[in-house]
């Protein structure tokens, strides 16, 4: 099985800040790699796929990058909403699919 | 616009049985794969099974295999998981979720709200 790993576990940031998240995977996933965003109580909402590339009606503020194993998630300026669990997930190698651990940014 | 309704959790004790629903509305069921993923209170999120757009596959975690079943009625918009011999660390949110895009793109891009399930005597 993929393993994610997610760094750091907590991130606290202002608003207005950069946020930089990381996920890595065990071996090699390519560049087929999501990114999602969950706030308390609800379910998760899908921001980015195969890596780059922003799911319908996601803010231009949120960005990814990375391939193989290495993956970035970029908040360029914090906004409140923003403040959540983030979780990566592979879909190169399955099954199963799997999620990284998840990186909480909370407010500073 | 694209809704998924779980019902059918609910409070069983360990060794029992218990099976989820998800109602689909606003798209084209038979056209997409589903899922089901599960988070245990306070965790993150693990995949439990996958069930390709017209039934012919199906795919489960190890933690699962044996003991849960994925099935469909894209007559009825319904997706399934029947779910036997229920363990303790099979508490958790279930939530069905819509594949992406076409056959293999299993990302999740349409969420249910969820439906509590708590294994406990």
């Known amino acids: 099985d993929i393993v994610l790993t997610q760094s750091p576990a907590t991130l606290s940031l202002s608003p207005g800040e950069r946020a930089t998240l990381s996920c890595r995977a065990s071996q090699s996933v390519s560049t087929y790699l999501a990114w999602y965003q969950q706030k308390p109580g609800q379910a998760p909402r899908l921001l980015i796929y195969d890596a780059s590339n922003r799911a319908t009606g996601i803010p231009a503020r949120f960005s990814g990058s990375g391939s193989g194993t290495d993956f970035t998630l970029t908040i360029s300026s914090l906004e409140p909403e923003d403040f959540a669990v983030y979780y990566c997930q592979q879909r190169n190698n399955w099954p199963p699919l799997t999620f990284g651990g998840g990186t909480k940014v909370e407010i500073k | 616009q694209v809704q998924l309704v779980e019902s059918g959790g609910g409070v069983v004790q360990p060794g029992g049985s218990l099976r989820l629903s998800c109602a689909a509305s606003?798209?084209?069921?038979?056209?997409?794969?589903m899922h089901w993923v599960r988070q245990a209170p306070g965790k993150g999120l693990e995949w439990v099974a996958y069930i390709r757009y017209d039934g012919g596959n199906k795919d489960y975690a190890d933690s699962v295999k044996g003991r849960f079943t994925i099935s469909r009625d894209n007559s009825k918009n319904t997706l399934y998981l029947e779910m036997n011999s229920l363990r303790a660390e099979d508490t958790a949110v279930y939530y069905c979720?819509?594949?992406?895009?076409?056959?293999?793109?299993?990302?999740?891009?349409?969420w249910g709200q969820g439906t509590l399930v708590t294994v406990s005597s």
């Open positions: 979720a819509k594949a992406a895009g076409a056959a293999g793109n299993n990302y999740f891009d349409y």
């Open positions: 606003g798209f084209s069921l038979s056209s997409y794969g």
